[in-house]
T-cell receptor, first 112, second 117 residues
Framework: GQNIDQPTEMTATEGAIVQINCTYQ??????LFWYQQHAGEAPTFLSY????GLEEKGRFSSFLSRSKGYSYLLLKELQMKDSASYLC?????????????FGAGTRLAVHP | GAVVSQHPSWVICKSGTSVKIECRSL??????MFWYRQFPKQSLMLMAT?????????EQGVEKDKFLINHASLTLSTLTVTSAHPEDSSFYIC?????????????FGPGTRLLVL
């Protein structure tokens, strides 16, 4: 079956660094996405990994290890506006039409 | 990134009526769009994959006669919730796959909040 795990909730302090982990077990692997979703809004695309290693994009970085079925999203210099849910999504190799399997999301609360 | 619009943003209807939701890719053509629903504090649940010019592919447990999907053009997919009931109240979100990108990211519309009374 398909399974994606990430912590339910995390808290962090403004200005700090936080790492959100994601582990997955899917029928093959064809890419991993991270999305940010503020309450009541649609998800917005943050990052994409398909090869092992770190992808950096400003304050956000995402890491992938395919052999371990593991990814993390790293947020630096946290701001209050980073309080949101972070969704890890995997595109399996099987299933067709490039559909994504989403994790339950990690709710991040940034406090002063 | 690519822009996806969704209309209406919210709708309130009486039980038994049908509601149509539109999803449009504004600056790119999308041969494939996806329809999700999301309950409060839960993640996205894929309902169906909408393919331009052919029938939609529904996920297990999703009634195709209840949730009608039409992908009539490369920029428009519609979801019709037929004979809506209070349990259909949810946040419905569409996404479109940008085939111009190598990674073929899914970009999401702003969502439609449906309340069935």
């Amino acid at each position: 079956g398909q399974n994606i795990d990430q912590p339910t909730e995390m808290t962090a302090t403004e200005g700090a660094i936080v790492q959100i982990n994601c582990t997955y077990q899917t029928s093959g692997f064809n890419g991993l996405f991270w999305y940010q979703q503020h309450a009541g809004e649609a998800p917005t695309f943050l990052s994409y990994n398909v090869l092992d290693g770190l992808e950096e994009k400003g304050r956000f970085s995402s890491f992938l290890s395919r052999s371990k079925g593991y990814s993390y999203l790293l947020l630096k210099e946290l701001q209050m506006k980073d309080s949101a849910s972070y969704l890890c999504a995997v595109r399996p190799l099987l299933g067709g039409y490039n559909k994504l399997i989403f994790g339950a999301g990690t709710r991040l609360a940034v406090h002063p | 990134g690519a822009v996806v619009s969704q209309h209406p943003s919210w709708v309130i209807c009486k039980s038994g009526t049908s509601v149509k939701i539109e999803c449009r890719s504004l600056d790119f053509q999308a041969t494939t769009m996806f329809w999700y629903r999301q309950f409060p504090k839960q993640s996205l649940m894929l309902m169906a994959t909408s393919n331009e010019g052919s029938k939609a592919t529904y996920e297990q447990g999703v009634e195709k006669d209840k949730f009608l999907i039409n992908h009539a053009s490369l920029t428009l997919s519609t979801l019709t919730v037929t004979s809506a009931h209070p349990e259909d109240s949810s946040f419905y979100i569409c996404s479109a796959r940008d085939g111009r990108e190598l990674q073929e990211t899914q970009y999401f519309g702003p969502g439609t909040r449906l309340l069935v009374l």
